[in-house]
């Protein structure tokens, strides 16, 4: 798997970014992101990562699977919505698969929020 600094520096050179360029809209020193692209630091925190997914145009939920970090919209949303951290339970206890997953996604947005269908969906739950 890529690790979390090879990552963040192939985003960067994807977009044709400098270093200090980076480094200045984040609002990090461009030392500690040189130290992050070749893994000498650890991840950093959290608001960060964010910072370093809007600037290189990156999800933030794939750059946070790369670390240890949580998103902590996800930790406040766990601890403020108690329901979805069952359905979250569930899903973990029964061990659904990605194809189950898509089915339950097609379900809310079809029938609960009344969205049309995608084909991309559709395929999942076929």
């Known amino acids: ?67 240890p970090s949580t998103d902590p919209d996800l930790v406040t949303l766990l601890k403020e919505r108690p329901k979805v951290l069952e359905l979250v339970r569930l899903v973990m206890a029964k061990e659904l698969s990605d194809q189950q997953l898509g089915q339950i996604e097609h379900f809310i947005k079809r029938d609960i929020l009344g969205e049309q269908s995608s084909g991309k969906i559709l395929a999942v739950s076929e």
């Open 1 to 67: 798997m890529t690790k979390f600094g090879e990552t963040i520096r192939q985003l960067r050179e994807a977009q044709q970014l400098g270093l200090r360029e980076t480094a200045t809209m984040v609002g990090i020193s461009p030392a500690y992101l040189s130290r992050i692209e070749r893994g000498k630091e650890h991840p950093p925190k959290p608001e960060i990562i964010k910072a370093l997914a809007k600037v290189l145009a990156a999800d933030p939920d794939v750059l946070f699977r790369l670390c």
